[in-house]
């Protein structure tokens, strides 16, 4: 699939589609290696490590940290997608973001101080979005119009999967936590590897030349300029209010199980969500695939994001009405569902309303401010709204709000079906 320049993506072939096959697997364990590193350190190993350091005050340290680390994690992925995109390759990003993220992960495994994991954390915060905008990238670089629902959903079955594996390897090295970061080090810098042993990259004919240097101001506007797009600004407004009500609730998941829902006797509230997450995965896994599959056959994208969008606000009322396990169990799966599938669609329809093609890495890397931009200030936005409002009720209905708004931003959308 190869070609000498990039080709703009609506017009792209696919005369290969045993190699497009093969890029799509490569995508697919890129992504999963991505999540099993923010899923397995984020949810099982800073945690812990935090937990050993810090005693009581752990939940403090740990959601500064995470607040602070996710500003980088937002500053990073736009800035290394426009470097990317400058120098019309992938392949030294992924490599180098994959290559920095071991050597943070292993400075996390020696160190015993809140500030140093705090710094480490970050580190490899950024060197995983440089990673990652250079990966979600090569979907609009070499994936044609007609398949980007498929390739998104595939991309998205990172998920669930990574997700699953991550917590796994993780929950089997809570004890050895040098070991357990070690082995997330190599798990991305095998994935990088893979990807960039197998996937050759797409350079553009001539490298773009070296401009003046622009006032920053100007730097700035150029930076954001895909935001002045109508459709584009649209489907950013709809990412950003959809995961801001999906982290509001589900960052406060384990002190809902324990203030607000009913368990069976016997059943603790870590033990719940033991069970819930894969409950909650397998349903994204679903719906990531049927979704992406379906809206690349019927050719729509805008009816599946909108759907999928108002599913996880409607689905907000169930623990409200019933605060049981069984409630749960039942918001779990469908949460899961239109998580999945929004997430999924989502993305390609993101990769159709990108303002110009050679921008790519740059433009999906703004998107991403949509995705940690709202994880940042969720833990605020919910924190406001138990205290203020009085419980988790009400977290539930803003939750949906959220959600129920960002349905409607898709509408505007002119480009797409």
Known sequence: MATNEIIDPPAQADPEPSRGRGLLLLLLVANSAMMAVY????SVLLPTQIAAIAGDDKVAVLGLIGGISAIFATAFNPIAGALSDRSGRRNPWVLGGAIGSLV???VLGSVSTALLVGIGWCLVQA???????????IVPDRVPAARRGTASALVGLGLPIGGTVGVLIASQTSEHLRTGYLVFGGVIAGAALLLTTFCRDVPRSEPAPDAPAAPKGAQLKAFLSALAN????????GRALMVLGYFSVVGYQLYILGDHIALPAGLTPPAAMAVLTPVSMVAMAVSTVVGGLLSDRWNRRKVFVGVSAALAGLVMVVPVVSPTWTGMLVFSALNGLAFGCFMAVDTALVTLVLPRAEDAARDMGV?????????IIAPFVASAVVTTLGGYTPLFLVGGALSLIGALAILPIRSVR
């Open 39 to 42: 899923m397995g350190v984020g």
């Open 104 to 106: 943070g992960l292993a």
């Open 127 to 137: 060197t995983m979005n440089v990673y990652q905008a250079a990966v979600t990238a």
């Open 230 to 237: 109508h459709d584009f600004r649209w489907a950013f407004i």
């Open 367 to 375: 998107l991403n401010i949509a995705n940690a931009g709202p994880q």
